[in-house]
């Protein structure tokens, strides 16, 4: 069974290249618009790891990670913060909230892929 991955970000543009990605990775994919309805397809879903946009309308990616780091069911669920905020600032607070990695965009598929294999600590059977 192929690993189940959320992806988050406000820009659908965003979202389905990275589904594209990852797809041909052998990963499953699930999409939102912004935190609030990923929170919802956690809850619905259970996916195996997020893929998480910082800067979104009506809850932030940070704000995201530290709501599901509070709840016992969600505490170590893999998550990867990926934002183009690059400052050394906006990279602690990401890995503050409890995020596994912090990426910054833009991001290139192996970047990504091999990012997705660490933080689901796979090895490398997914298709290249």
């Known amino acids: ?10 820009e659908p543009l965003t979202r389905n290249l990275l589904r ?6 052998n990963l499953d994919i699930l999409e939102a618009g912004d935190g609030l309805e990923a929170l919802a397809v956690v809850a619905e879903k259970r996916p195996d790891l997020l893929i998480l946009d910082v ?7 940070i704000t995201v990670c530290e709501t599901l780091r509070a709840q016992p069911e969600t ?18 607070k990401g890995l503050n909230a409890g995020a596994n990695k912090y990426l910054t965009k833009p991001i290139g598929r192996e970047e990504l892929i091999r990012s997705v294999r660490e ?9 290249d």
Do not use: K
Request: net charge negative; no cysteine; glycine share 2%.
């Open 1 to 10: 069974m192929n690993p189940l991955v959320l992806i988050v970000d406000d």
């Open 75 to 92: 505490a170590v669920l893999p998550i990867i913060l990926l934002s183009a905020r690059t400052s050394t600032e906006a990279v602690r």
């Open 119 to 127: 933080v689901l600590n796979v090895t490398p059977q997914m298709s």
């Open 20 to 25: 594209l990605m990852l797809e041909r990775a």
């Open 55 to 61: 800067m979104m309308p009506n809850m932030d990616g």
